[in-house]
């Protein structure tokens, strides 16, 4: 058993043991599509039940922190070799990458329906739409944009501060960009509530919340990972040699504000 132990060891790469994380993060993510249907569903209706997607958001949110939890513990034992570091950054590329397919469906369907409708958008209640088209509503979304642009700023700052060894600029701009994660939440929030049109208000309304909805799901889990991330931090788990897991979350943060940008131009300027 040492023996075999010390092979292991004496190699760049490293054989994960079997885990139930892939599984348990399918069902997670199956029952809260089921939820977010079943909730519509009841909106439609006109008796909203949020607590439908509540089962599966704890699935999903056990799954995270569980999977990240084991990958720290490997870490921590030595398994993370440069090579191994390497290519957990190529797998985080390779999921931004399938995020990316996932947002350019989103957008080709919006265009698809934008470019066929003979009036767009196809009205109801054209009271309600007014403001929106003619960019009374743009300061807020505008300011918001801002936060989430200074976010990426402030995120790329602490990568830099890690991989010269600086903790104490790696931490202070990982809380602010933290900060302004929420800020932006906490505003899109906000902007949905001053809107005059819902999600089931023809198919502006479905795909204007679709992509708005499933960006701002994406600025949570990357706000998840922040904390992660500063928590690690303060615990002294980072240093200039072993910070992988702020690379892989600035990656994913450099995509929300992209995909973002690209959403506002599309949805508030155009």
């Given amino acids: 058993m040492a023996d075999a132990h010390a092979h292991a060891k004496s190699h760049d790469y490293h054989l994960v043991n079997p885990s139930p ?7 997670g993510a199956f029952v809260l599509a089921i939820g977010a249907l079943m909730y519509f569903m009841s909106k439609k209706a006109g008796a909203p039940e949020l607590w439908y997607v509540v089962p599966g958001l704890v699935l999903v949110i056990f799954t995270m922190f569980g999977w990240w939890r084991d990958v720290i513990k490997e870490a921590h034992e030595g398994y993370e070799t440069p090579v191994v570091q390497l290519h957990l950054r190529y797998g985080m590329i390779l999921f931004i990458a399938s995020e ?11 265009y698809n329906v934008r470019l066929t409708a003979p009036h767009w958008p196809p009205l109801v209640n054209e009271a309600e739409y007014e403001p929106f088209l003619l960019n009374e509503h743009l300061l807020l979304p505008g300011i918001l944009t801002f936060i989430l642009v200074m976010s990426s700023v402030t995120m790329q700052l602490a990568v830099w501060a890690i991989r010269r060894g600086d903790r104490t600029a790696f931490l202070r701009n990982t809380a602010v960009t933290l900060t302004l994660g929420v800020i932006f939440l906490a505003g899109q929030v906000y902007d949905y509530s001053q809107l005059g049109f819902g999600i ?16 701002g799901a994406h600025v ?12 690690r931090g303060l615990a002294g788990q980072f240093s200039a040699r072993h910070h992988d897991a702020v690379e ?5 943060w450099h995509f929300v504000d992209v995909v973002w940008i690209v959403l506002f131009s599309t949805l508030y300027l155009l």
Avoid: C, E
């Fill in 248 to 252: 892989a979350t600035s990656l994913y």
């Fill in 21 to 27: 994380w892939p599984i348990v993060g399918s069902v």
């Fill in 200 to 215: 089931t208000d023809t198919a502006f309304g479905s795909t204007f919340y679709t992509l708005t909805g499933f960006h």
């Fill in 100 to 110: 990316v397919m996932f947002f350019a469906g989103l957008f080709a369907a919006y």
């Fill in 220 to 231: 949570l889990g990357g706000a998840i990972m922040l904390g992660v991330v500063l928590y």
